[in-house]
């Protein structure tokens, strides 16, 4: 006989994240009850994950557990806010243990090392996709936005951008390259970091941020254009592994400027604030490289060895669009 929904969730999910004193009810009756502190602002961001869109056939599933929510923690350090309680809501085809168990794994491993309590969610049978809501607290007044830029800062990125796309062609079959760089840039595509830490880190710091989902390029862009400025990059300052430039040698750069998924923070700030800006990735232990400067204007110019470069966004289209 099949596991009945109730009987899945409370093998799977009762007890899955993090356990928080700021939960007064979760999973089990019709909706949770938390416990919002007076003097935070409550941050709220959902994504959902859909196979064949956002993810291959036959993904492990304890990956897309892992990613699943990862991707939802990264809006959360976009914010600068710290993560608190999920929901979480699974279409299934056919609800099968050793699948679920993976998944679980995933997912609560994430949870858990970041303090994020499951409070309840959904399950029901169809196509497999997978919706996650988080929820987080930001000091209030102090959350970071995409409209702080000014004309003047400096555009910054963190960790290193392009690996998740190039994980993903390597999955998809279109590059090959040696046994060890597959293995890195697939495992960053299927679990990716969400900055959270540096995120919160920057809290006074940044003047603007966007986590970078479909690429620096067009990530970027969306900070300018809800900032109203302007920007240049320069090309030989894109943070690039060395696992993405033997992968993909003179033409590593494309992939991190539109190739998307890496969930990195891209930000800005004034520069006076450089040395704050290197204490706080030296505190969390979070490597950030300038690649640019705002300025006024409208649009993002890239340059390549000091000359201006024509660029086309969709060059490189990450999997999803």
């Known amino acids: 006989m099949a596991a ?5 969730i409370e093998r799977y999910f009762r007890e899955l994240g993090a356990r928080r004193e700021d939960t007064v009810l979760g999973i089990g009756d019709d909706a949770a009850l938390l416990r919002v502190p007076g003097d935070c602002e409550l941050v709220l961001t959902t994504d959902a994950l859909i196979e064949g869109v956002h993810f291959l056939p036959g993904a492990p599933a304890r990956a897309l557990g892992h990613r699943a929510l990862a991707v939802n923690l990264s809006d959360i350090a976009a914010m600068g806010a710290s993560p608190s309680w999920a929901l979480l809501s699974l279409n299934l085809p056919a609800a099968e243990d050793p699948w679920l168990r993976e998944f679980a794994a995933g997912f ?3 949870a858990r090392s970041h303090e994020v309590a499951l409070v309840g969610g959904n399950l029901s049978r169809g196509a497999l ?8 607290l930001v000091p209030a007044g102090q959350a970071l936005r995409r409209d702080g830029a000014h004309a003047g800062d400096e555009l910054y990125v963190s960790g290193s951008v392009g690996d998740a796309a190039g994980g993903l062609k390597l999955l998809q079959g279109e590059v090959t390259a040696p046994a060890a760089e597959t293995a890195y840039l697939q495992r960053r595509f299927e679990y990716p970091t969400p900055r959270v830490a540096l995120g919160a880190a920057l809290r006074g710091i940044a003047s603007a941020c966007i986590d970078v989902s479909d690429g620096v390029y067009i990530d970027a862009t969306r900070l300018l254009a809800a900032s109203g400025c302007a920007a240049r990059i320069e090309l030989e300052r894109l943070p690039l592994s060395a696992p993405l430039r033997r992968a993909f040698g003179e033409l590593a750069w494309r992939p991190a400027l539109c190739g998307g998924e890496d969930y990195e923070l891209c930000f800005t700030a004034a520069p006076a604030q450089a040395g704050a800006v290197a204490a706080a990735a030296a505190r969390t232990g979070q490597a950030v490289t300038r690649i640019g400067a705002l300025r006024p204007g409208t649009g993002l110019t890239l340059a390549a060895a000091g000359s201006v470069m024509q660029f086309s966004p969709s060059a490189f289209d990450h999997f999803g669009d």
């Not at 009945?4 to 899945?8: A, P």
């Open 4 to 8: 009945s929904e109730s009987q899945l």
């Open 129 to 136: 996709s997978i919706t996650v809501e988080l929820a987080g």
């Open 108 to 110: 609560g491993a994430l």
